[in-house]
């Protein structure tokens, strides 16, 4: 690590950040193995864009992405593994049912409060769903239903999902199950 700057005011462009660069780095510039950016903006081949800048300062200065967007691209591409899409689905179709049926999801909550009262260091972590697009959210989607697996598994066999299961249509009767 060598230096945080601060811009202020200044306008956010590659040049910006590029002087800043060279200004930070001085003689070791022309020693720089590579450069990477911590942002999207920045990553931006743009000629605006940090990658743009230097590229035409020093064209033959390895630029890399973000290294954490990087690893969520290489994280989405696991998502693809057929064993995790299959964990993922069965986990967001549980978040998505108690969050669909509001008495179903009252009575999650009711549970969950009750449960916090005989144990006060049980987790109050609500129920999170995520889009199928952010993968890393997945495992934020996980450990709540990991962490509130007691409160969904008393949640069968309450009279409130017992009265949902005999009231629903026909076809959704069948993920009551």
């Not at 129920?127 to 450990?143: N, S």
């Not at 239903?145 to 009265?163: C, G, M, Q």
Request: charged share 20%.
């Amino acid at each position: 690590y060598l230096k945080t700057a601060w811009f202020g005011a200044r306008r956010h462009t590659g040049a910006v950040y590029g002087d800043e660069l060279v200004s930070a780095l001085g003689d070791d510039m022309e020693d720089t193995i590579a450069v990477t950016a911590d942002n999207t903006g920045s990553m931006s081949s743009m000629p605006r864009g940090l990658f743009g800048w230097l590229s035409r300062k020093f064209p033959k200065l390895p630029l890399l992405g973000c290294c954490v967007h990087m690893l969520g691209l290489l994280v989405e591409d696991m998502a693809k593994l057929l064993f995790i899409v299959s964990i993922v689905d069965k986990v967001k179709f549980m978040v998505v049912f108690v969050l669909r049926y509001s008495l179903i999801h009252e009575t999650f909550l009711e549970l969950q409060l009750a449960r916090k009262a005989a144990n006060p260091s049980a987790s109050m972590l609500q129920l999170k769903t995520f889009p199928d697009t952010r993968f890393a959210y997945a495992v934020l989607m996980i450990v709540s239903v990991l962490l509130n697996w007691s409160v969904l598994s008393e949640l069968v066999d309450t009279a409130d999902f017992k009265l949902c299961k005999r009231n629903v249509k026909p076809t959704q009767r069948r993920d009551f199950d």
